[in-house]
């Protein structure tokens, strides 16, 4: 071994009989088991919570209610003085605790004899307080308790949490024994603090290491050797800190490439459970990102084109892409939701305008929609949009329109156009092998569609599995069917063996959900001839449906459902 194996093992060598040849928790349970037979252990929880430092010595936190006198010791504060309140007349000057600066807090009475005496100068640690703080956010008028027993029962628990990752063994395990602890003494009947709860990662930059000694040096060593060893330096990526220095200005990239592009960086680079690398690169990356969306407002408002089929296709896709980004958002994935709202939208407008759309009205609704996607990462620039949209007031201010789900007749347009840039895909991969046979560069193109029957072939095959049967149980099926009967028969089960069963496996979810339904491959490549050809840079595009009357290609053998033969002439 290179390194200790720290995973379960079995136990070995072990000199008492029954514990060699055990594995893992039960090892462990035989040990426990034995120790306790024997009197000699007994079996305990080791409780992840600890006791934490309580006082502190410094001005920030909740002063420590106790006075100490020379002839009573350590005397409580009278509960009429509570809450002792930190003073302002202190002096931070970097030496000893602020807090033994003021006189007037410092040098009291003792409570008890009257004597002078000194206040108790370390406050506890914050953690006192942002233990329970959301339990006096229920109530936090209230100048006569913390908080109202029936007011903290009726808002509490905290419906979702957001913290980062480090408070998830400290923060949040003492804000549940507050809670806990509260409940049990009678101030609410709250179990549990938070609702749901996201951790958030930690935003990591290179900093300089040292492979041999296997340690991570601050930025200053940059381009020096290892100050242990002497030997060159790499780089790793590490947590960004003030001890290594691999820390980045916001102030600096705002300035630079403004709010919004920082903003939108960050919310793509990674989600927010995740822990993410700073990248200069990818911050001018997504810059040029948000250069571009400036300019889509004169874009879309500048359309004038007439009615188009397409225009039905790019508000099903509008709707479309309105329920990603908003499923997305609801589980917490920024990361999609931005992809969707910033990347994809810019991709689907591309899109539209090379299919010959440019509607006017189109381009309305479709940037109207767009702004309120783009408002929760980019706020600027969607206020800038709303403006261009003469929109009254704020964008913030407006609540987005509900969102209409995708009727099955979007669903069909927008099937029909993912084949359609699929079979372009999949010609110009055919393109260059096809036109070194020519001799030549092609001028025209036909197109074989897969023969009816492999179709409904493949649609049974898809039926069975979808029913949650085996995939070796259709072979019988498919031997009483009308599809396998005739002259035919042998070639059609040797067929299904051979091709369509292998096939049936390399299909994605939404490919076998287009087989499913009744979309017509033939008919929709038929209808974007024109702009097949005019994409592949062709004189003319010609669809033929494999096997029929007017297949004389004699490629239909080849044709596969949604993988049509390529005939380049």
Known sequence: LESAYTQDGYMVHSGMDGFDGRFGDAARTAVIDALEAADKGDRRINWKIRPWLI????????PIPIIHCEDCGAVPVPEDQLPVELPRDVVFDGKGNPLETSESFLNVCCPDCGKDARRETDTMDTFVDSSWYFLRYTDANNLDRWYDSDIADYWMNVDFYCGGIEHAQMHLIYARFYTKALRDLGFHSIDEPFNELLCQGMVNKSAPFCETCSVTLSVDHAGSPCPHCNSPLGERSAKMSKSLGNTVSPEQMIEQFGADTVRLFILFAANPTAGMDWSDSAVEANHRVMQQLQTMPDQLLGWDK????????MMARLRQRLQQWSDAMDRYDLRRAVECSHYDMVKDINWYVRRGGGNAEVGRTLLHSW????????PHLAEDWWAQLGGEGLLAAHVMDDIQ??????????????????????????????????????TSLTIVTSAPWRNAMAEMALAHLSEG???????????????????????????????????????????????????????????????????LGLASVRIVRGESEEDQTGKAGVAMPLSPAFIYA
């Open 55 to 62: 006082s502190r010595q410094r001005y920030w936190g909740t």
């Open 306 to 313: 007439p009615a188009h089929s397409i225009d039905d296709w």
């Open 371 to 378: 702004t309120h996607m783009i408002g929760i990462a980019t």
């Open 405 to 442: 789900t995708v009727s099955e007749e979007d669903q069909a347009l927008l099937d029909g156009e993912a084949l359609i840039r699929d079979l372009l895909e999949q010609a110009r991969k055919v393109r260059s092998v096809a036109e070194r046979h020519i001799d030549g560069e092609a």
């Open 469 to 535: 049967n085996n995939v070796k149980t259709f072979m019988g099926i498919l031997t009483q069917s009308e599809l396998a009967q005739g002259e035919t028969r042998g070639e059609r089960l040797g067929f299904w063996n051979k091709r369509m069963l292998p096939q049936v496996f390399k299909w994605d979810d939404e490919k076998r959900r287009i087989l499913l339904s009744t979309l017509d491959e033939t008919q929709v490549y038929a209808n974007a001839s024109d702009f097949i050809a005019e994409e």
